[in-house]
């Protein structure tokens, strides 16, 4: 059971080792301007390899007798998008493993890798946890570390989807050997990761070209990171943190890259994604913009 591109590795994986009696993914959901349907990553992947696929709406009584019709050992799931209800969860004899892309009990919940880098942790990681009515309550069976360093989200989550697909496989590997030890979490230790929202990603000149560098790195296209220069709206894609000190708000070139800044140093716009156009090099924007040596930033949103 999984949806984004986080779960094909686990797919690909199970595929490999094991056999698979159905995959579940969410609904073919709209995209791009147009609004077409698009078919979730792991239903695209499902297809490639042969298997048969479920897509609920809800995992309401008919969804769940599929999934017990298929008489699966183990569920494994990978972010699925869904909580499974008490009945799914009671099917497999095994029970249901979730592939969870931090060090449980560290950021339970929806964005685990986007949070580990807003609250600077140096590691994160995935753990193979037995899944349970709560949300990332369940006991682990394995975890393993990985560091964080100043990868963008996209990058480590993709890191943390490879590491967690072998790590399924071993686990998986373990239970069927009899010799799987799951560990239960502590719940005083427990931390929440919510959804990341435009918020916490907004870049302000009064913050600092470290902390905005953070907000670049942990943004996503639901929220992105954005910056209006002049009157165009940026979203930042890339960008490297300078100690050069330049006002708050103000704007110059570095190497041909807009530079702008901050309460305490600068950032240098490496690749950019203007409103309704495709990424590019931030100088490549720039030199199109033709800035003038009185054109500032802001922030693109009223917080």
Known sequence: MGTPEFAVPSLEALAAAHDIVLVVTQPDRPAGRGGALCASAVKTAAHRLGLPVLQPTTLDASATASVAQARPDVVCVAAFGMLLPPDLLRIPPYGCVNVHASLLPRHRGAAPVQRAILDGDLETGVSIMLMEEGLDTGPYALQVRVPVGDRYAAELEAELARVGAQALIDVLDLIGSGTAVFTPQNAAAATYAAKITKDAVALLPEITAAKAFVRVRAATRRAPARACVGDTELTVI????????????????????????????SLALDVVRPAGKPDMPGSDWARGARLTEDVCWRCTRQL
């Open 238 to 265: 890339k960008a490297t943190p300078l100690p050069d000190q330049r006002s708050p708000g103000s704007v110059c070139l570095h190497e041909g890259r807009p530079l702008l800044g901050f309460a305490e140093g």
